[in-house]
């Protein structure tokens, strides 16, 4: 017989949010927090990186395509896609480009400026 364990010891599935605007970082955190998540963060796709290395309970990865250093956050969908294929991923964007074929398989590309509801029904389609 298991000892069944008290609600609060569950842990939510995590998101790793990558953004590099500190204040939109933020704003999507807790977004994804109040919609039942564990929200990881990362300015960039080499923190994005590390922390993928570090935490092996993420679940989805929530990134900007448009952003400095090494990698986009399309290229980073790549990369996380190849080495961590069972991640889900959502890919956002001011500039609306045409993500036709471009994003990976399961893949889900929101325009920016999102909605609570479109943020959170794709987390929850990616994690379930």
Same mark, same amino acid.
């Given at each position: ?17 990558? /953004?590099?605007? !500190? @204040?939109?970082?933020?704003? =999507? !955190? ?7 998540? #564990? =929200? @990881? &963060?990362? /300015?960039? !796709? #080499? ?12 679940? #989805? &990865?929530?990134s900007?395509?448009?952003? $400095? ?12 896609s ?7 991923? &959502? ?10 074929? !471009? ?7 929101? $325009?920016?400026?999102? @909605?609570?509801? /479109? &943020?959170?029904? =794709? ?6």
């Amino acid at each position: 017989m298991s000892a069944l364990l008290p609600s609060s010891s569950i842990i939510p599935p995590a998101v790793l949010i990558v /953004e590099d605007q !500190a @204040l939109l970082r933020f704003l =999507a !955190a807790d977004m994804v927090e109040e919609a039942g998540f #564990t =929200a @990881l &963060v990362a /300015e960039d !796709a #080499t923190q994005a990186i590390m922390m993928m290395e570090r935490h092996p309970g993420i679940r #989805t &990865v929530f990134s900007d395509i448009d952003m $400095p250093g090494a990698m986009n956050g399309l290229e980073l969908a790549r990369y996380i896609s190849r080495f961590w294929p069972p991640v889900g991923i &959502v890919l956002t964007s001011g500039m609306c480009p045409d993500m036709k074929g !471009a994003l990976p398989p399961g893949g889900i590309f929101l $325009p920016k400026p999102y @909605l609570f509801h /479109e &943020v959170t029904a =794709a987390l929850h389609r990616l994690v379930h």
